[in-house]
């Protein structure tokens, strides 16, 4: 089973940009999928981007396109997203997830193990 763990959350203005790290251990990344999904307080939990075990074919939400940045370092155990030109829509605890699947897919049913989420607050 793998343990993941975010960190790189934090208060940033609108237009900034924030950094999330999602370092696992337990076992090696290469074999799961990635996704990265975001909950807002009363909100259902969303999935933003997820990337395959390879670190080809990113999908988005289409409220992060071109905003966002999903990707993965195998050798490092560790998969990131890098969020630009932030929002206070964006206000969110965010999430990384694995799945035993190689392939990603933006549902939460989709995955098996959960890191316990970083705080990202946009505003002025």
């Known amino acids: 089973q793998l343990q993941l763990v975010e960190s790189g959350g934090g208060l940033v203005q609108p237009g900034g940009s924030l950094r999330l790290s999602c370092v696992a251990s337990?076992?090696?990344?290469?074999?799961?999928?990635i996704g990265w999904f975001r909950q807002a307080p009363g909100k259902e939990r969303e999935g933003v981007s997820c990337?395959?075990?390879?670190?080809?074919?990113?999908n988005y939400a289409d409220s992060v396109k071109g905003r966002f940045t999903i990707s993965r370092d195998n050798a490092k155990n560790t998969g990131y997203l890098q969020m630009n030109s932030l929002q206070p829509e964006d206000t969110a605890i965010y999430y990384c997830?694995?799945?035993?699947?190689?392939?990603?897919?933006?549902?939460?049913?989709?995955?098996?193990?959960w890191g316990q989420g970083t705080q990202v607050t946009v505003s002025s």
């Open positions: 997830a694995a799945s035993d699947q190689v392939e990603c897919a933006m549902w939460k049913e989709w995955y098996d193990d």
């Open positions: 337990g076992a090696t990344l290469d074999a799961h999928a």
């Open positions: 990337i395959n075990n390879s670190g080809s074919s990113p």
